[in-house]
């Protein structure tokens, strides 16, 4: 079988959506010998796989730029002909509506209008006439948690028999580093230890004003003083974040990192005291899964999707009660048993996700889908 994955969330600094794509596609390659795959998009996009190029696949940048709007009208449908594909995976919530094979698309949540309030008003207005449309379109839905699956099908009525739940999972490079190892990371950043971390865009969905409170309340009431680093490249509407972060006087112990590499990452979870993930919503939540992977300690929320990430590996807080987060601060900053306890489940609970069994089932979807379409 010849399939095509959308490439376009390869094409800028990647975030949850293009790890996603990436290790996707690694692993279909790596798992399914017997079958090709191609990664393409009408912009030119870097795939640094982390175990080399399988031959099985490859990248296939069409350079149709100047008529980017009529992609998914014209230039992908053209393509899928010319190739010829036997499937389509829209790994970014688009499939084209026209398209010479059959489709599959990932919803990766539906924030756009469950939560339409953190989100640009235009974003919103084009995911409102669009989703709707890809979920019509699209022969299955791939939905990273159960969470998102219900989700999909309170606000767009599907049927619950055309979404299958694929869960993500910590990428290898995901691993705890010793002491030694971070201190090259650290330094770049200029962190200092002991720290707190974030890691994600600077957005009102992270809910990171509840976290600045929270920080503010542990500096203020208790002895412990760690630093707060924040990685993240800026989102809509930051500045409410970084505006209090200036009023309650902490930019000496905030450290904003901007956008991280992934290379530093391991090195960034592995040094913290703990990974702190305070989101209002989540279609599947890869940070804290990433942190818990490099044996770190992690406080999230618990809506959404997280609980089900984190399970029982993690201290979960109402994201809305900074001082419930407070509280979880203080129990990983002076208890040191509580800690280590934390960090071995979090490593268990880790172990449990695969993106190994992600790309087995993954095809398996592919091949259900494109049998039914042969019988049409």
């Not at 707060?228 to 200036?246: A, P, Q, S, T």
Request: net charge neutral.
């Amino acid at each position: 079988m010849r399939i095509a994955l959308d490439a376009i969330p390869l094409v800028a600094a990647k975030t949850g959506i293009g790890h996603y794509t990436d290790a996707l596609a690694e692993w279909l390659a790596r798992v399914h010998t017997d079958h090709q795959y191609e990664l393409i998009s009408p912009f030119d996009f870097e795939f640094d796989p982390c175990h080399g190029t399988p031959a099985n696949l490859s990248k296939k940048y069409i350079p149709v730029r100047s008529i980017f709007r009529k992609w998914w009208l014209i230039g992908l449908p053209s393509f899928l002909q010319i190739s010829p594909v036997d499937l389509f995976h829209g790994t970014n919530y688009c499939v084209p509506v026209f398209a010479p094979c059959p489709t599959i698309v990932t919803v990766h949540d539906m924030s756009l209008l469950a939560q339409s309030g953190t989100h640009e008003s235009e974003n919103v207005r084009r995911g409102k006439r669009r989703l709707p449309i890809m979920i019509r379109r699209a022969k299955m839905i791939i939905a990273p948690s159960e969470w998102t699956k219900h989700e999909i099908i309170r606000h767009l009525g599907t049927k619950p028999e055309k979404i299958r739940v694929i869960p993500e999972a910590a990428r290898d490079k995901m691993k705890p580093l010793l002491p030694e190892e971070q201190t090259a990371v650290l330094d770049k950043h200029g962190i200092r230890t002991p720290y707190l971390l974030f890691v994600g865009t600077i957005e009102p969905r992270k809910n990171l004003v509840t976290l600045v409170r929270a920080y503010h309340e542990l500096l203020r009431e208790t002895p412990h003083q760690p630093q707060l680093v924040m990685c993240g490249g800026r989102g809509w509407l930051e500045d409410d974040v970084f505006r209090l972060v200036e009023e309650l006087k902490l930019q000496d112990q905030v450290r904003f990192t901007g956008y991280v590499d992934d290379a530093d990452l391991p090195a960034l979870y592995s040094g913290a005291e703990a990974f702190v993930y305070p989101s209002i919503y989540e279609g599947f939540g890869l940070p804290p899964l990433e942190a818990m992977a490099c044996g770190t300690p992690v406080i999230t929320s618990n809506v959404s999707s997280l609980p089900e990430v984190v399970g029982e590996a993690g201290l979960l807080h109402d994201p809305q009660d900074y001082r419930a987060l407070t509280r979880h601060f203080v129990t990983l900053l002076g208890d040191r048993a509580a800690s280590d306890k934390l960090q071995r489940a979090g490593l268990a609970q880790a172990s449990i996700f695969s993106w190994e069994r992600a790309a087995r089932e993954t095809q398996s979807l592919y091949d259900e889908v494109f049998e039914k379409s042969k019988k049409l």
